[in-house]
């Protein structure tokens, strides 16, 4: 690969937009006028009716005009993320608790769609069929180390913890 | 209607869900007839922004047909094609009166730092997003804006985000004539932000990435020199220094953001241990190849605050290093004109169209960078 560029003021559009003030894009009070803005806490005449349960930052005293509702806090999902609202976005216990509950959260999902009759494909979820397409190596690799992994962890934990005590006792009285 | 359903990291579906409705006098219904999958929608689906949801709908690059308007709705109409900026916007508050549309005061409750966005997690409002059939748009009277005549939609969609986003980058930069611009990152946005370095007057551009298939893309599109940092140099910031004189840059774009790659401790930290504002690989390098008294213009993507400066709070508002969400209806005026008049031409980044019903497929080629993905577009059962 070369890198040989064209003389870039023969390209389209060169310049066009150079600022000769070098102007910084923000802040923009003394552009805009707004420098002593008298109507700064001007608030929209209509408001979102709050008919969901809704999070609020601690960092604002009132909820936004209008707002998203995605997905209302549920579960012990729910719970963990009321928790973390007690705290500012400044405070480790504001997102920490949050990347837990999503987590939590994960684990709901699987189960809701199993309460509903729906189990998920994950293979398809996970978008594994282009994978395969298009990265067969890496994805057999994975696949591979999943697997081994998993088999490592299950004759963990289900080995038989008699026969290890037994064998234990054992060397100890051939000693 | 069909939508994109998030399930947990790296686990999406399209699913049936329920119609969405109007909520305020000022929203719209859109009938969605494009939507991007963005770089930024990686760092949701790979489960690093807080406060993302099981069932929630990503999507914050789309356009659409207006279908159904509240009764303070007059700046569209029923039947209007429109473009969505992806924030959403009040236009009467106190910072979007300065044209910070990317930090409107009215428009997100969960979290006072950055604003509304569509799609994009509680964390940015709760808003479910436009990778579906149909999606709610609040204040229509600001953020919707129909898609000039003759303009193809596979151009109008990627002024939503891509465009503005990489042409703030550049104007953020406060290029000089002359001047040299690193940018890092050549995904969309980055490539987006070395063409736009031409329109302010640039005399070099400089784009470093890791994929080459990356790297072609953007040295044919944007004209610009690209390099590769794990086979062109040993370290980017020494290869910066050395290539200008050993002054540094005089502007440095930092198109990346969490999910950076090229540097073992950034990535376990921040990438999978999620310990701080994910890999801030791409700002350290910003930083510390620009030269003393240069701009570093930040619009990569960075996480909440586990570690010990809020880098992602910077980017969100729009504080003096430079960096913002981009404010997309103060710069689509000149856009729309660039567009027209041939001098940027945004479809040329499409280069997958993904159907909704495949969306997993979509995000897990785009995320795993399969088949020199650059930018998938989701198509919608009705083309239009």
Sequence with gaps: ?175 | MLAMDYRGPKRVRATQKPMPEIKHPQDAIVRVTRSCICGSDLHLYNGNVPDTRVGSTFGHEFCGIVEEVGPEVTKVKVGDHVIVPFNVACGECHFCKQGMFGNCHESNTQSSAVGGIFGYSHTAGGYNGGQAEYARVPYANVGPTVIPEGMDPDDAVLLTDVVPTGYQAAEMAGIQPGDTVVVFGAGPVGIMAARCCWLFGAGRVIIIDKEDYRLEFARNYANCEAYNFEKDMDDPVVFVKKTTDFMGADCVIDAVGAEAAGNAMQTITGRKLLLQAGSTTALHWAINSVKKGGVVSIVGVYGPTDNLVPIGNVLNKGLTIRANQASVKRLLPRLIDHVQNGIIKPKELITHRIPLEEVADGYRMFAAKLDNCIKPLIVFPTKI
């Design chain 1, 1 to 175: 690969m070369e890198n040989t560029v064209k003389d870039p003021q023969k390209l389209p559009g060169w310049g066009i937009d150079a600022n000769p003030e070098n102007d910084p894009t923000y802040p923009m009070r003394e552009r805009m006028n707004v420098s002593q803005d008298p109507d700064s806490k001007h608030r929209p005449d209509a408001l979102q009716p709050v008919d969901i349960e809704l999070l609020k930052t601690i960092e604002r005293p009132n909820v936004s005009a209008v707002f998203g509702e995605a997905a209302p806090p549920t579960g012990l999902s729910g719970m963990i993320r009321r928790f973390a609202f007690n705290y500012s976005e400044s405070h480790y216990g504001h997102w920490l608790p949050l990347l837990l509950a999503d987590r939590v959260n994960v684990v709901e999902g699987v189960l809701e769609d199993l309460a509903h009759g729906h189990v998920p494909n994950i293979f398809a979820e996970k978008g594994y069929k282009v994978e395969w397409e298009h990265n067969r190596t890496a994805f057999v690799t994975k696949m591979a180390t999943i697997a081994l992994v998993t088999t490592g962890a299950i004759l963990l934990l289900t080995r038989d913890k008699d026969k290890d005590y037994k064998r234990k006792k054992n060397s100890y009285k051939l000693r």
